[in-house]
């Protein structure tokens, strides 16, 4: 063996040598370029990975005046007592149901911006984009008053378009039905997020080579025909690679919007995991390891569909699109 | 090649600048104006309707009867104000010397908080400082001494971790806000007002079908909710939404697993179903509704504070007289639950003062009657005047207060616009009826009435507000409510939406079961041992 190794000596210095080895020369010669990374991995270190020593208090009875450290050890205790409780069920298929549903709004952004990009006069494009965008900066308090404005079936728009195209008295009240929770939940969404989510695609057609279109053209390709045969495949990476970040996100429904959105009507619709974890774990009784192991299964659900739709994709496509 | 070098240099210098400014505006909020006295840190939630704490009269009132200079450290409403608190207490930070008006505290909490060391025990500065507290609680009857103290104190080691806010008078602030119906259109139809809820039916039935604000268009709501179904529900089984557990000769039972519960969703599914009763979830809304075009009341039966509930210009409220509580259609029922924020916990000094003998000063402040009377009305002599000739008020006996300025309802910088530790009486909190702002005459007639009513109608002669619990009851308690709520309101949405039935068994079933899930047999057997240990 040691002969062979030997032999094989001067082969080493031209192949760098595996593992540490290697690693420690690598680092010796590119030490100035880590000290450059260093300002980036910082943030995550301190802010993502840091904090996650707390974690630990889902399986304790934290106390503040005890630490993390000094609180009694309980197990699953809280993640029984979740799983146990009479909402369980609700609450998660609630919450599942309104993140499967936000999906639907998915391809609407990659539309638009197809339709953005198609468009021939630039000045108008352009003012269309910045008028879509502008929901977004709409902070999400004021945005759910401005709904509930609009769609008051006494004094709002929709109220006095009804009795306008001759209704007597007043519409149904969406805002209260359990009903309707969902659906207003997720197209006002869509009203207030499209025009933003365009901007990736946007950016990402603006890089198509425009060599591609002119050849199209010479086929005798038509506008349409360009949109699906041209456009679409050039930013079909970027289309998958948000699919799989917004699959890690699919059970972590946005908090604040469902929680302004709760009527005491709606509840068995608009009750999901995070308002739960925000009601049960802070304001109740200060029960910080009760909200811990909720967030904590609600993460773990997260992280196994987004490695499953990873995975997927990986085999889909070959390798070629994945995020990890 | 120069100007370019010399380009970056200028930007160099503008980026640096600007990191540097930006430093030093970073540290503006904590250098503050350093003053030779004593300062005086104080958390609060922040009210929407002061336009400033520090700009600010009784601020100033404060100041100058302690001797210090009064800092404040603004937190959110109050409801968020205590995650706010409590992720404070976690994250290690520094608090405010002390906490004033965070009246959604529980016993259980502040008994917690004093445990974990976060509040101190104020047991001795009481004694040493506390001259005005002593001397309004010694005024109380001995009863409702007891229940203050016993609410303050920790009951195995007698720690005092803060002082309440106590209501020892009889206003309409008081009682669960009774129900307003619009006599105009009674008449308007010659009905009489319903004392049950068949006849409640058949008038609300009048109110949509029959016109009764002569518009010739049908824009009446017979009934506006939020607050309403609880007395609805009242007419047929006593049910305080917030300690929905009710004592019969000396049983403990949970009302909403009785058949009187099941009847009331049945019979409140039938208003919503046939558009007689209406949701308004957001509190402007409801208020736009009840106050019509100013002029055209549109709303049958309502709930609330007559003084907020209606927009200033509104003009209809004349139309509204009290209805009493209903019953059901044997005549049993019609209870009235009383409100219970009369007793608050709403001063506490925490573990980083400094000072415990100045901050106890300015609580005891706080109970002096003239901050009593500032802290509703604002400033003396400006906004109220103290008259030597009495005159009566609205709730039967004479009054010293003449309120001279009626805008305090509105944004203003002369109060905090939040609680304070205070115990009202009837000298430092009752004024002349006719000087009330507001809705002035109307307004003080619905309150007369409402507190006439509240005083003699019916109401459970046991309550389980009144047991006493262990620290470890109440802790289980409350974990086993907070499910309960969210258990309750879910399927009273169900129910009322016709997604359940509550006629039908598996449907009432499974409701039941669900709230034994929640644990609500347990906290039964809790109460009724604490029943049996009185």
């Known amino acids: 063996m040691t002969a062979a190794k030997r032999n094989k000596a001067p082969v080493n210095t031209l192949i760098p040598k595996r593992g540490f080895a290697r690693f420690k020369k690598n680092f010796l010669r590119d030490r100035q370029l880590y000290l450059l990374i260093i300002i980036g991995i910082a943030p995550f270190l301190l802010f993502h990975y840091g904090p996650m020593y707390g974690v630990q208090i889902a399986f304790r009875n934290y106390r503040i005046s005890d630490g993390i450290i000094g609180s009694e050890w309980v197990g699953w205790k809280w993640f029984n007592e979740f799983l146990t409780d009479p909402n369980f069920k609700r609450i998660f298929l609630n919450t599942l149901i309104i993140s499967l549903y936000s999906l639907v709004s998915f391809p609407l952004p990659i539309i638009m911006a197809l339709l953005f990009n198609a468009m021939r006069k630039q000045r108008y494009k352009s003012v269309a984009q910045t008028i879509s965008y502008m929901p977004h900066f709409i902070s999400m308090t004021v945005f759910v008053g401005i709904l509930n404005l609009i769609l008051s079936p006494t004094s709002g728009i929709y109220g006095n378009i009804f009795r306008l195209l001759g209704g007597s008295g007043y519409p149904t009240d969406f805002r209260t039905l359990a009903g309707s929770f969902r659906h207003l939940y997720v197209w006002s969404g869509v009203w207030q997020g499209m025009g933003w989510q365009t901007i990736l695609y946007t950016s990402a057609l603006s890089s198509v080579s425009s060599e591609l279109h002119e050849a199209a053209c010479l086929d005798g390709a038509s506008r349409f025909k360009r949109i699906i045969h041209v456009d679409l495949p050039a930013i079909m990476p970027t289309i998958a690679i948000m699919l799989i970040l917004r699959m890690g996100g699919l059970i972590s429904v946005g908090f604040e919007k469902a929680y302004l959105m709760q009527s005491p009507l709606n509840l068995s619709t608009s009750e999901l995991i995070s308002t739960y974890v925000y009601k049960r774990g802070l304001s109740d009784f200060r029960r910080f390891s009760y909200g811990t192991a909720v967030s904590l299964f609600n993460t773990a659900i997260n992280v196994t569909l987004m490695l499953i739709t990873n995975y997927t994709s990986k085999k889909v496509t070959e390798d070629e699109i994945s995020v990890i | 090649m120069k100007k370019g070098k010399k380009m970056t240099r200028v930007m160099g210098f503008v980026l640096a600048l600007m990191m540097v400014l930006g430093l030093l505006s970073g540290c503006g909020g904590n250098g503050g104006s350093q003053s030779s006295g004593k300062k005086l840190t104080i958390g609060i939630p922040q009210s929407g309707m002061v336009t400033d704490y520090y700009d600010n009269s009784f601020t100033k009132y404060i100041e100058e009867k302690l001797g210090a200079e009064v800092e404040f450290v603004l937190f959110s409403r109050a409801s968020e104000a205590m995650n706010q608190l409590a992720l404070m207490c976690a994250a290690g930070d520094e608090l405010p010397d002390v906490l004033v008006g965070f009246s959604n505290m529980s016993g259980s909490l502040m008994y917690e908080y004093g445990q974990d060391g976060f509040f101190i025990d104020l047991k001795d500065l009481i004694d040493q400082y506390g001259t005005e507290f002593k001397k ?399």
Request: charged share 25%; hydrophobic share 35%.
């Open chain 2, 136 to 534: 309004h609680m010694e005024a109380l009857p001995q009863d409702e001494y007891d229940r203050v103290m016993d609410f303050i104190t920790k009951p195995d080691t007698g720690a005092i971790y803060g002082l309440p806010t106590y209501a020892a008078v009889d206003t309409d602030d008081y009682v669960q806000n009774l129900m307003f119906i619009n006599e105009q259109w009674l008449n308007e139809l010659n009905l009489e007002a319903p004392t049950n809820i068949d006849e409640l039916y058949d008038v609300l039935v009048a109110f949509r079908d029959e016109d009764p604000n002569n518009n010739g268009r049908a824009d009446e709501l017979p009934m506006l909710s939020p607050a309403i179904y609880y007395w609805v529900i009242n007419a047929f089984v006593y049910f305080d939404s917030v300690n929905p557990y009710n004592i019969t000769d000396g049983k403990v039972w949970a009302p909403t697993m009785s058949e009187e519960y099941r009847q009331a969703l049945a019979y409140l599914r039938k208003l919503y179903s046939e558009g007689l009763i209406k949701f308004d979830s957001p509190a402007a809304d409801a208020k736009n509704t009840i106050s019509g075009d100013g002029t055209t009341a549109r709303v049958g039966i309502w709930c609330g504070y007559p003084t907020t509930s209606l927009n200033h210009s509104s003009q209809v409220l004349d139309q509204y007289v009290v209805l009493a509580p209903l019953a059901d259609e044997t005549g049993k029922g019609g209870y009235l639950v009383e409100r219970p924020n009369d007793l608050l916990l709403t001063g506490h000094i925490t573990k980083d003062c400094k000072d415990p003998e100045l901050a106890m000063r300015f609580l005891d402040i706080c109970y002096e009657d003239g901050s009593v009377t500032r802290r509703r009305w604002g400033e003396e002599g400006t906004n109220w005047v103290w008259v030597d000739e009495a005159e009566p008020n609205n709730y039967g006996g004479l009054s010293h207060i003449k309120v001279l300025n009626s805008d305090l309802f509105g944004s203003n910088n002369v109060t905090w616009g939040s609680f304070l530790p205070n115990i009202y009486t009837d000298e430092n909190y009752l004024v002349i009826a006719s000087t009330v702002p507001g809705f002035d005459k109307e307004n003080s007639r619905l309150c007369t009435a409402q507190v006439e009513l509240a005083r003699t109608w019916r109401q459970p002669t046991e309550k389980v507000t009144s047991l006493k619990l262990t620290l470890e009851e109440r802790a289980e308690r409350e974990t086993i409510n907070g499910k309960y709520t969210t258990t309750l309101s879910q399927y009273f949405g169900l129910f009322l939406s016709g997604k359940l039935d509550s006629s039908k068994d598996a449907d009432w079933n499974k409701f039941v079961s669900d709230l034994e899930a929640c644990g609500v047999t347990r906290l039964v057997e809790i109460y009724q041992a604490a029943y049996d240990r009185q």
